[in-house]
């Protein structure tokens, strides 16, 4: 096998918020040989900074990247059926999406409320993601990945990747050092139809679906998602660019107190606290469908950063200091990144 690198190339196509970046250098991998091949005969190339990037819907370049990146394209997905339970395979470069209509088209149920999500198979464990009620952890069994450090493929169970909302262990101790390959879902026959997700519930009784399958969830879920949120491939984005913050109820108090006439959007978590909705925050100071030059917030979702057309990565990286900035001296909240800034 002849690995292919390509020098000084442009990510411009390898990022949803379609910023200008250059790599110095490039490469597309196939499958795990390939990565094998890469770090075992190609030493010299690997001793570089390396990024890897799947479907480049989570990375905000805001300069080069003076290194190797590492575009995963590896292929497959499969199935083994034992009693209700489904065992889905899938690569890590197959599109998360085309994986969802996969199992939705089959009636394996898990994953529906999870539809249009960008990004491919192999990210989905690094944020654990999540959407509508539902998380990938709540259906995830195993991946296997490449370690870096000893060139070796390894697996790992649910336990291993310390899932927590929009973190894992791929984002924390181990991050940068592990290459995700393959995937392992348990999905089921024997759906649980989860619609307690406001919004699906609405779209449900307004199409006039009393009891809805898996498909009427994934169709719900993905026609609410257009409506939101906008389209990458026309208005360059990366979904949420902020956590929703994890605040105590006691700090809820105390801004219900200073700000009597606002009406918090929260939901509860596990012990005394809530996650606040990171877009109402940004709405309350005024930012939302707001544009510094091409920069901007979506105007459905203010959550969601937007480079309406030739913003660079730095124009995109400035708002969001500026919305922290109001966030924190308002609310006195600081909003993290969920986007990975490079
Ligand atoms: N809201 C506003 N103004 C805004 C945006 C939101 O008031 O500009 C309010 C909404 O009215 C709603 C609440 O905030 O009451 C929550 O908004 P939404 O339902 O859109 O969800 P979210 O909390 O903003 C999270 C995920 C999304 C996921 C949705 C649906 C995070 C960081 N984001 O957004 O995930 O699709 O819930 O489950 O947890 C992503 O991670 O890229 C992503 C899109």
């Not at 001793?47 to 989570?58: A, E, F, K, R, W």
């Not at 069994?141 to 927590?164: H, L, N, P, Y």
């Not at 959550?303 to 109001?326: C, F, P, R, T």
Request: hydrophobic share 40%; charged share 20%.
């Amino acid at each position: 096998m002849q690995l292919l690198f390509k020098k000084n190339f442009s990510l411009k196509n390898h990022n949803t918020f379609g910023v200008e970046a250059f790599a110095r250098q490039f490469i597309e991998i196939n499958n795990e040989e390939e990565l094998i091949q890469l770090f075992t005969q190609q030493r010299d190339v690997v001793q570089q900074p390396i990024l890897v990037l799947g479907g480049g819907s989570n990375v905000l370049f805001t300069k080069d990247f003076d290194g190797l990146v590492i575009r995963i394209n590896i292929q497959g997905i499969s199935h083994t059926i034992s009693g209700t339970d489904v065992m889905v395979v899938a690569g890590a470069g197959v599109i998360w999406n085309d994986l969802v209509w996969y199992c939705v088209d089959r009636r394996f149920a898990g994953i529906e409320n999870m539809a249009l999500i960008p990004g491919t198979v192999g990210a989905a464990p690094i944020q654990n993601i999540g959407a509508y009620g539902a998380e990938l952890q709540d259906v995830f069994v195993r991946c296997r990945a490449f370690d870096t450090q000893t060139g070796e493929i390894c697996t790992f169970d649910k336990e291993d990747c310390r899932f927590s909302y929009r973190e894992s262990i791929f984002k924390s101790e181990a991050k940068g050092r592990y290459i995700i390959t393959q995937v392992t879902l348990k999905l089921s026959l024997n759906p649980t139809i989860n619609t307690s997700y406001g919004a699906i519930g609405v779209a449900l009784s307004k199409r006039n679906i009393q009891e809805p399958s898996i498909k009427d969830i994934a169709e719900t879920v993905s026609s609410i998602r257009t409506d939101k949120l906008p389209d990458p491939s026309t208005i360059g984005n990366s979904g949420s660019f902020f956590k929703n913050p994890i605040i105590t109820v006691q700090y809820l108090r105390h801004l219900q107190s200073t700000f009597p006439d606002m009406d918090f959007v929260y939901y509860p978590v596990a012990g005394e606290q809530v996650k606040i909705a990171a877009g109402w925050l940004i709405e309350q100071c005024g930012w939302k469908g707001k544009k510094v030059g091409d920069a901007g917030t979506w105007k459905n979702q203010a959550l969601v950063l937007v480079n309406h057309k030739n913003a660079s990565g730095m124009d995109i990286y400035n708002l969001s200091e500026q919305i922290i900035h109001d966030v924190e001296s308002k609310f006195g909240i600081t909003l993290e990144r969920e986007v990975n800034i490079i």
